[in-house]
């Protein structure tokens, strides 16, 4: 409690300096500054002053005492007795406490489990004795002795897990029994206990007063790829040969009801077609329902021809609709039962049956116990479905949604009724062919067009119309309602026989030039992978999907819209899909040439020199030759054959060679394509004249009243050489490291660096097609959140730094078609790959990440002995002379084969550092 005390006071006086050094940053810099982080990395970087290190420290202080306030209190919950875990219905509750029961079991601990449901009115540790199968002469004390006996002996304590406190009949038994229950467990130093109950139920289980620690559980929030398939393999479904990125999939409880769906399908021979396009939730509901008739027929022992479950569903949903309400009371929900099956013991009972099998679900609502559908999106498809089975024709259809019709309703009170809207949505284009859009009055059309869109992720594809595609396109155009849209395309990309799938969007893309496209593609890709949706969930998959049994189909449609991420500035995206798309690809080489020539008129420089690259990557690793005969081809056909048009982009001429050169060394090169016409040198043409640093002022001067000028002043400011005659010798980073050093090893005669520079600005603006208007704001948000300066994440690039790096690919290649490596220098490029040096990308290598070890590797076996000397002073150190013998760094053996490497490039680096220790050497 000290300790506690301690932190509290701590923060509070750590808010108060923040807000002290917050104030002082701004009185002396200008209001935001404290927040900037282009101000911090100029400051940083330029000044080489930290004025935010204060306020800095401030902030991580308070931050590092949040963090040990968790600490102690999971170290607190480590020695506590008692431990409850709350959480919403079907979230996961009793498999943690399973799964956690059965990990202790494995080492050779012992647990205790037991559930809410099997205790009653009696005195709780009688009812626990009974539960165990122990002799009825043994007293409460012999019992939890006994346990305290065992949790000694094996050094670890015994821990009693009690289930859903919910579940008990009646609700009120704990609040009588488990602050005595508690008590009886604290007594004894080896026992623990652990419950766990429905947050809805809390304050009539929970007895008034109770301490106890509380954990909330989460279901599968931040691992839902990882549930999918631990789920699919534990009910031995086949695995998904399409990504599941309907937002449903993180619901532990629903994934579980679609599982145990397709477990009945696949017992009934209707599997076959189910992963080549995601069932329908209609379907799925119908699927389900028979499923579970199925089930609790057996399980009470009656004739399944007599539709209980049905019947008892729908005569539910029609004492709902009568109520006006989505629940009933526990009494009219068995009431409705008792009529169908009249047993009332529990374990015979349809309702508790019912319960058992996630179709209903028991909960608190006000002082009352209710009765609800398990899933919300399930009840709201069955309650759509009886509104909709009374209802035979598109005029009785309008009718309904009037004022006083059957299902007005809905637009009465339409955000508490949105639920339903969603599934009407869904199943009023499958019945009568037409959008909700199309039925109701026009006062209240845009109400449903959001709707309509989500509902496209569960419909049937052959509901989708030219209606539905219209209502799309509206919603690509519609700034709130854009980024959703995308995501629900997203979601359907994959499937062949889905209308809106990626080939859908292809088209749709491709109307766009480049520059019209980024403005609103880019931002979305970046979003959406910030965010962990759908890009991001896309690309994963492509990782950890068995590849060999997706479909050529669904591939084909996996790699087109995986191939429009590579136009991403942010290279989290673009780095990701380009190896998502060689694991993809690597079984299914024999592709390429379709992809390639899908995209040959896509005019992105940054996709298309992916793509080749990608290409390249898949081929290497597949060896299939074949495939690269035929790819070679396509190649060849596409990029080369017209020797007057090839691409000056050096990218793409370097991996399509590549491509070509491989071809020949595997003599499948066909006889026709003359290495002659796909090697170097090429034909492009030099300019006359190169735009002058007063052209360049003249641009920039023109966006000088826009709002978002700063994003043109960084474009222009990033390009500048060393030594620049346009800014006074401010170079930019890019300019003077990048396209500076790339560019100085030609003899480009009396055109200066600062001439390339120019005429590379030029381009962006007047070819590529850089627009303020399009690309300004979304640059500015880069920059804003991120910084210009070289603090920023390496990934984290503008638009106008995408088009940077475009027109210096062009213009190497346009510089080595016409002008000479100069003599003197020493970067030479290999065999004519002028790209060899700015490449950033190996798309022959899977891994995602640079992994530093310090072990010892076969491959840098040259070691420094720091113990040797770590008693003597720094300065005595740095004057012995004793640097490693980098002879034995350039030859190595792999010591499984006793093969001999010449090591071309390494970056060898020794340090006595141990985690954070500081100073080192």
Not at 67 to 73: H, P, T
Not at 472 to 481: A, I, R, S
Not at 823 to 840: A, C, G, N, V
Request: charged share 30%.
């Amino acid at each position: 409690m000290q300790l506690k005390n301690l932190i509290k006071t701590s923060k509070e006086l750590s808010n108060t300096l923040k807000e002290r050094f917050k104030e002082e940053i701004e009185r002396k810099h200008g209001k935001g500054a404290a927040d900037s982080v282009p101000f911090r990395q100029f400051m940083a970087e330029y000044m080489v002053n930290f004025p935010t290190a204060n306020y800095d420290l401030a902030k991580e202080t308070i931050e590092k005492l949040q963090e040990l306030e968790g600490w102690l209190e999971l170290y607190r919950l480590m020695f506590e007795d008692t431990m409850l875990i709350i959480g919403p219905a079907g979230i996961g509750k009793t498999h943690a406490i399973c799964d956690i029961a059965f990990m202790r079991l494995e080492r050779g601990l012992k647990s205790i489990v037991l559930f809410g449901e099997h205790f009653s009115g009696e005195e709780p540790w009688e009812q626990i004795k009974k539960l165990l199968g122990l002799p009825g002469s043994l007293s409460k004390e012999d019992i939890l002795t006994a346990l305290d006996v065992i949790g000694e002996s094996s050094g670890y304590p015994v821990i009693i897990f009690i289930d859903a406190l919910n579940e008990t009949i009646p609700h009120h038994f704990w609040r009588s029994h488990l602050k005595s229950v508690l008590e009886d467990v604290k007594k004894y130093k080896w026992l623990k206990l652990c419950l766990s109950c429905r947050s809805t139920y809390l304050d009539i289980v929970l007895p008034d007063g109770l301490e106890i620690s509380q954990i909330e559980h989460k279901g599968f929030e931040g691992v839902e790829f990882e549930a999918s398939v631990e789920f699919f393999k534990y009910y031995q479904l086949p695995g998904p040969t399409i990504p599941l990125l309907q937002p449903e999939f993180s619901h532990p409880l629903f994934l579980k009801l679609f599982c145990e769906t397709l477990k009945y399908r696949i017992e009934n021979n209707e599997i076959n077609k189910l992963f080549d396009e995601l069932v329908p939730f209609s379907e799925l509901v119908n699927y389900f329902l028979e499923s579970k008739e199925d089930k609790i027929s057996k399980n009470l022992n009656y004739n399944p021809n007599k539709k209980l479950v049905i019947k008892a569903i729908s005569n539910i949903i029609e004492e709902m609709k009568i109520k006006r309400r989505r629940w009933l009371s526990w009494d009219e929900a068995e009431k409705i039962c008792l009529k169908l099956w009249g047993y009332q013991e529990r374990s015979k009972s349809l309702l508790e049956n019912l319960i058992q099998e996630n179709l209903l679900r028991e909960d608190r609502m006000g002082n009352q116990d209710v009765i609800l559908f398990a899933f919300d999106r399930l009840g709201d498809f069955l309650i759509a479905l009886n509104f909709l089975n009374g209802i035979n024709t598109i005029q009785e259809l309008e009718k309904a949604f009037q004022p006083d019709g059957l299902l007005y309703f809905c637009i009465e009170n339409f955000k508490e009724n949105k639920g339903l809207l969603e599934a009407l949505a869904v199943l009023v284009p499958e019945k009568f062919n037409k959008e909700l859009s199309e039925v109701v009055s026009d006062e209240v059309r845009n109400l449903f067009i959001s709707i309509i869109i989500e509902s496209i992720r569960w419909r049937k594809p052959l509901s989708i119309s030219k209606t539905t595609t219209q209502i799309v396109m509206e919603g690509l155009k519609d700034k709130e309602l854009f980024f959703d849209t995308l995501e629900v395309l997203l979601s359907k990309s994959t499937h062949p026989k889905h209308p809106l799938n990626a080939e859908w969007f292809h088209q749709i893309a491709s109307r766009f030039d480049m520059s019209s496209r980024d403005a609103w593609l880019l931002p979305f890709l970046h979003f959406s992978y910030e965010k962990k949706r759908g890009v991001r969930r896309l690309i994963e998959w492509s990782f950890k999907i068995d590849t060999q049994n997706v479909s050529p189909e669904v591939l084909d449609l996996w790699v087109t819209i995986l191939g429009w991420f590579l136009s991403s500035s942010d290279r989290r995206v673009r780095d990701n899909a380009t190896k998502a798309i060689v694991r993809l690809m690597e079984p299914y080489c024999s592709l390429w040439p379709e992809i390639l020539n899908k995209f040959c008129d896509v005019d992105d420089e940054y996709i298309l020199e992916r793509l080749l690259a990608s290409a390249y990557g898949s081929l290497v690793r597949s060896k299939d030759v074949n495939a690269l005969k035929n790819t070679a081809e396509k190649v060849f056909e596409i990029y080369f054959k017209e020797q007057a048009n090839v691409t000056t982009n050096i990218m793409i001429r370097d991996y399509g060679r590549l491509i070509l050169e491989m071809a020949l060394k595997e003599h499948v090169l066909t006889h026709n394509i003359n290495p002659q016409n796909f090697r170097p040198p090429y034909k492009s043409k030099w300019p006359n004249h190169l735009p002058s640093d007063e052209d360049i002022k003249a641009l920039e001067d023109s966006f000088k009243a826009h709002k978002n000028y700063r994003a043109v002043m960084q474009l222009i400011d990033s390009m500048q050489p060393e030594y620049t005659t346009l800014r006074g010798n401010w170079y930019g980073d890019f300019g003077r490291y990048i396209f500076q050093s790339t560019l100085d090893i030609w003899d480009t005669k009396g055109f200066t660096i600062q001439h390339l520079s120019n005429f590379a600005v030029k381009i962006i603006f007047e070819e590529i097609g850089y627009d303020i208007n399009r690309h300004g704001s979304f640059d500015m948000y880069i920059i804003s959140q991120y910084g210009p300066g070289r603090g920023r994440p390496s990934w984290a690039e503008r638009i106008g730094k995408k088009y940077q790096w475009i027109v210096l690919y062009r213009l190497i290649g346009m510089v080595s078609d016409n002008f000479q490596p100069k003599k003197d220098s020493w970067r030479k490029p290999i065999h004519d790959f002028y790209s060899r040096e700015i490449k950033d990308i190996d798309s022959t290598i899977l891994i995602r990440k640079t992994f530093t070890s310090k072990n010892k590797s076969w491959w840098s076996p040259v070691e420094y002995d720091f113990e040797r000397y770590k008693n003597i002073s720094d300065a005595e150190w740095l004057n012995i002379h004793d640097f490693p013998d980098s002879s034995k760094m350039l030859i190595v053996k792999e010591p499984k084969t006793g093969k001999e490497y010449y090591v071309l490039l390494s970056f060898p680096e020794w340090s006595s550092r141990k985690e954070e220790e500081y100073p080192y050497r």
